[in-house]
């Protein structure tokens, strides 16, 4: 491609949601929150509700634009300690309340499926319970009935880190999440780079849905093309024009896949996990494989 033809791609697929798209993606925010409330259910109960991921984050790609919601659990907590800390007794005071993560999944399904139609409502997800699109109306939405999750810095248990934890439908231990330091932190890498991190998230995705779609590549979860170009330093990713910057991405990220093969380094945009660890759905050779493609590429 020559540099003309790389500029004209890289500004269409930069572009975020279309402001139609984010009318619908508020919708469907909107109708989850409604169906929570709705009703006497969750009376009494403490929770938030509030959104996580691309859309939340801003990194949606157009005609990609699915919402996440997490409806969490305030009355309870679990938590851990820090590498390295332990800590001191007595523990926490045990959780007195009625609700388990199995009784909390259950009464948000209902709660959906009374304000969606069970038709709408698909249970099969070991983690979301996932609300049909509606063509014109709605784009699906994710929703994940979390529990609140501390990671206590410190034995005194003065010091925390604020996370969300969910339990998977098939049993398998808690899944920890860190949606609040997501967000933060790719707000603040966003600034410091004059937008071009989540520009550049929205090409290396939009890249991506090509490459799998032409079966160039196996499909990768959208996040970690978000966790792949959070790994880039700053004056990287601001570096020259938008093509050059680009380049200038791919080349740092293939360097950095190649240094992760034999001493981790890549973490996920929260700082509070490795990306590449045995429980991940993607690998060092997916992301180099990526890496590779998306040079290459020369969509038709």
């Not at 634009?65 to 938590?79: A, F, H, T």
């Not at 248990?157 to 609040?180: L, M, Q, Y």
């Not at 991405?249 to 240094?259: E, P």
């Amino acid at each position: 491609m020559s540099a003309a033809d790389r500029a004209k791609l890289l500004s269409r697929w930069i572009q975020p949601s279309s402001d139609k798209e984010k009318e619908q993606q508020e919708r469907a925010e909107g109708m989850v929150r409604n169906a929570i409330t709705t009703g006497d259910t969750f009376d009494g109960t403490n929770f938030v509700i509030y959104t996580k991921g691309s859309y939340a984050n801003n990194t949606n790609v157009r005609r990609d634009s699915d919402v996440d919601v997490v409806v969490e659990l305030q009355d309870c907590c679990y938590y851990d300690y820090k590498s390295g800390v332990r800590g001191i007794e007595p523990p926490p005071r045990p959780y007195q309340g009625s609700w388990t993560p199995d009784s909390w999944r259950k009464a948000v399904v209902d709660a959906l499926e009374a304000f969606f139609g069970a038709g709408s409502v698909d249970t099969s997800g070991r983690v979301a319970i996932n609300i049909g699109a509606v063509e014109g109306s709605r784009p699906s939405a994710d929703v994940v009935p979390s529990i609140a999750y501390r990671r206590y810095a410190n034995p005194e248990r003065t010091k925390w880190h604020e996370g969300t934890c969910v339990f998977p439908a098939d049993g398998d231990s808690k899944i920890v999440n860190w949606p609040k330091q997501q967000l933060e932190n790719g707000r603040a890498l966003n600034v410091e780079t004059n937008h071009r991190y989540k520009r550049y998230v929205r090409v290396l995705k939009n890249a991506e849905n090509y490459l799998a779609a032409e079966e160039i590549i196996d499909d990768l979860p959208s996040y970690f093309m978000e966790c792949l170009i959070f790994n880039v330093p700053a004056a990287t990713l601001a570096t020259g024009d938008l093509d050059q910057g680009f380049r200038a991405t791919l080349v740092r990220l293939w360097d950095l896949l190649k240094a992760e093969e034999s001493q981790r380094q890549m973490v996920e945009p929260n700082r509070m996990k490795w990306l590449f660890t045995n429980d991940k759905k993607w690998s060092i050779q997916d992301g180099k494989n990526l890496v590779l493609a998306t040079w290459k590429v020369k969509p038709r």
